[in-house]
């Protein structure tokens, strides 16, 4: 099988066990049989959707494309990965900020936001967090703004983007 992965995805590739692949940020531009990519992207061929936002979603998207090598990763194989990443290991379960309110623009901020136990309300809120390719939309709000960066200003590597993303976020609950 010819697996295509983007460069956001490929980290998951490796750590999962499949060594022979090809990266494209846009995958129906190699011949390929699967393409891995983030949930968000669409492709012609035939593809595995994988989500990277919370660390819960980067153990689960390893499973997922282990089951497609010779060797299933097992739960503890995985958290090894997880290693010397404080954010990934506290965060694998949800927790409850519930104190903090936020307004959140974009899916995958939501699902951080989510994990991390904000209260999620766009009428009543402290904090507006968004995306950095969504800026201009929020320029105008009296309140805190939270710029989160997306997948072209954050590490390829999952576990940094994840590290970086929740240490700007977890600072809002001890403000």
């Known amino acids: 099988m010819r697996i295509v992965t983007t460069p956001m995805c490929e980290e998951v590739v490796k750590l999962a066990g499949i060594k022979d692949y090809k990266v494209n940020k846009n995958p129906d531009l190699e011949e390929g049989d699967l393409a891995i ?32 090598t010779d060797h299933e990763l097992s739960g503890d194989e995985i958290l090894e990965f997880f290693n010397g990443y404080d954010y990934c290991m506290k ?55 939270v710029e989160i960066p997306s997948h072209g200003f954050a590490s390829k590597n999952p576990f940094e983007r994840i590290e970086k993303r929740y240490a700007i976020l977890e600072k809002l609950i001890f403000d």
């Open 37 to 68: 990519l983030l949930s968000e992207s669409k492709v012609k061929m035939d593809s595995l959707a994988i989500k990277l936002n919370t660390p819960k979603q980067l153990f689960e998207s390893i499973r997922k494309v282990s089951k497609l």
């Open 91 to 145: 965060y694998l379960t949800n927790h409850d900020n519930s104190q903090v309110k936020v307004k959140v623009i974009s899916k995958f901020l939501t699902d951080i936001a989510e994990n991390i136990g904000f209260e999620i309300n766009d009428e009543n809120y402290d904090y507006v967090i968004y995306p950095d390719y969504l800026k201009d939309n929020v320029e105008n709000e009296s309140v805190m703004l």
